[in-house]
C-alpha cells in the first residue's frame, strides 16, 4: 500500500504541481486539505475540489476554521489595532497557523506518515507550516517539492501541461490568498521596488461611484453591527462590512516588511473590512479609553503583531497579551460613523455613553469648568520643577 500524504491545498498552481509531483514522481496517496478561513464560497469550495480530483487527489476534504480564526486571532488583532508596519492588517500571515493547526490535525486523524506544503523557499510561508507542523506532530515527515525544487511559477506550469492538466494558466499570473481578514496579491511587480499591481490584478474591483454613510456598532470592542443591522455572530457582520465596503475599492495598499528569513518582502493587498473594522475600533478608543490604556495597549499590540508575523502564535506569552487586550475593551462599546468613497473613507465621528469627552469637565480650547486659572498656573509651576533644576545646572538653553 502507498503511504499517505496531507497536503495543504488550496488550488492553486503551487499545490496544483505538489499534488501532481507527489503523486507520480513520490508514488504516495495523496490527500489534499483545504483549511478554509474564510475566504472561499460553497461555489468556489467546488471547484477547488473538482480540481484536487483531476489532480489524483485520492479524497479530498475542507477543514472550516473560520470561527477558530475570529475568535481565537482576529478579534484580539481588532482589540489591538494591529497593522504590521501600520499598513498591513496582517491578513495571510495570521491566518497562517490556524490552517497548519487544522492540517496537521488531520493528518494525525488518518494516520498520515507525511505532511506536505506548497510553499518556496523565499517567504514567510514556509516556516509558519513548518514551525506549526514541527511543534504539534514532530514524527510527521515534512514534504517540500516546490521549495526543495526551487522551481519558478512557469516550470510548474511546464511540469502539469506535460501530465495532461489543463487550466487557465493565465489566471495564475498572480498568486491570491483570500480570507475573512483580507486578500494578498503577489505578482511581478510586487518582486520590483518601483512597479505597482495594476487595477485588474485585485479580486475585488471599484463598482461605486458615489459617496455613502454607514455605521459600525461594537460591544467591547467586537464588532455588532452594520449599517443598522444587528449580528450576533461578528464573523457574519464583517462579511456584511465587506460586501459594503469592497465595491469601493477600500483597504487596497502595498506592505514591504521584514520577512522572517531575514530579506525584504512585498505584497499587495486588499481588504476593506479589516482596514474599517481597525480604524473605526482605534476612534471609538480614543474617545473610551485613557492616555495609558491606549499607551499600554499599543506597545503590547505590537509584540502580538510581530509574534503572529513570525509564527510564534504557539508561545504562551501571546495567550497572556489577549488577557491584556481582552481586559481593555470593557469600556469600548459605541457606534462609529464612516464616509465610505472610491478609493478611501472618512471616519466622521462616534457616539458612546462611554465617551470622556465629558463636556462637564471642560470643553478643549474653549472653556475650563472643573479647575480655575489658578489652579493651572499652580499645575504649571509643579509641572517644570525638574526642568528648572535641569537647566539650572546645565545651562544648555
Not at 497579551?321 to 473613507?345: A, D, M, R, S, W
Not at 469627552?357 to 474653549?366: I, L, P, W
Not at 472653556?367 to 533644576?389: C, Y
Request: proline share 2%.
Amino acid at each position: 500500500m502507498k503511504e499517505k500524504v496531507v497536503l495543504a491545498y488550496s488550488g492553486g498552481l503551487d499545490t496544483s504541481f505538489c499534488a501532481k509531483y507527489l503523486s507520480v514522481e513520490k508514488n504516495l496517496e495523496v490527500y489534499t486539505a483545504i483549511a478554509n478561513t474564510g475566504g472561499f464560497g460553497a461555489e468556489e469550495l467546488d471547484d477547488i475540489e473538482k480540481r484536487a480530483y483531476e489532480l489524483g487527489s485520492a479524497k479530498h476534504v475542507t477543514l472550516d476554521v473560520t470561527d477558530t480564526y475570529y475568535n481565537k486571532c482576529i478579534r484580539y488583532m481588532v482589540y489591538g489595532n494591529v497593522l504590521r508596519n501600520n499598513t498591513y492588517p496582517i491578513s495571510v500571515s495570521s491566518e497562517r497557523v490556524f490552517q497548519a493547526i487544522a492540517i496537521i490535525e488531520y493528518a494525525k486523524k488518518i494516520g498520515a506518515k507525511y505532511v506536505a506544503h506548497g510553499s518556496t523557499g523565499a517567504g514567510n510561508d514556509q516556516v509558519r507550516f513548518d514551525l506549526t507542523f514541527e511543534v504539534l506532530a514532530p514524527d510527521i515527515k515534512i514534504l517540500t517539492p516546490t521549495r526543495d525544487l526551487q522551481l519558478s511559477r512557469q516550470a510548474e506550469i511546464d511540469y502539469l501541461k506535460e501530465h495532461g492538466v489543463e487550466a487557465d494558466w493565465s489566471k495564475m499570473a498572480y498568486s491570491i490568498n483570500k480570507g475573512l481578514w483580507g486578500t494578498s496579491i503577489g505578482g511581478k511587480e510586487t518582486l520590483t521596488s518601483e512597479k505597482t499591481l495594476p487595477e485588474e490584478a485585485y479580486p475585488s474591483q471599484l463598482k461605486e461611484k458615489g459617496e455613502k454613510e454607514i455605521s459600525l456598532d461594537f460591544v467591547e470592542g467586537e464588532l455588532k453591527g452594520v449599517d443598522g443591522k444587528k449580528y450576533f455572530n461578528t464573523v457574519d457582520a464583517i462579511r456584511a462590512l465587506e460586501d459594503l465596503a469592497a465595491p469601493f475599492a477600500i483597504g487596497r495598499d502595498m506592505h514591504i516588511g521584514d520577512t522572517i528569513i531575514g530579506i525584504k518582502g512585498r505584497v499587495g493587498f486588499e481588504a476593506a473590512a479589516p482596514m474599517l473594522i481597525i480604524k473605526a475600533h482605534q476612534m471609538l478608543e480614543k474617545h473610551t479609553l485613557t492616555k495609558w490604556q491606549m499607551y499600554w495597549k499599543e506597545q503590547l499590540a505590537n509584540w502580538y503583531g510581530m509574534f503572529l508575523h513570525e509564527a510564534l502564535y504557539l508561545d504562551p506569552v501571546m495567550r497572556d497579551i489577549e488577557k491584556f487586550l481582552e481586559n481593555t475593551q470593557e469600556t469600548v462599546t459605541g457606534k462609529v460613523i464612516i464616509k465610505l468613497k472610491p478609493y478611501h473613507y472618512v471616519l466622521v465621528g462616534i457616539e458612546s455613553d462611554n465617551d470622556l469627552m465629558k463636556s462637564d469637565f471642560g470643553e478643549y480650547g474653549e472653556m475650563n469648568k472643573a479647575w480655575t486659572s489658578e489652579d493651572v498656573k499652580g499645575f504649571t509651576k509643579i509641572l517644570g520643577t525638574s526642568l528648572k533644576i535641569y537647566n539650572s545646572v546645565n545651562k544648555k538653553y
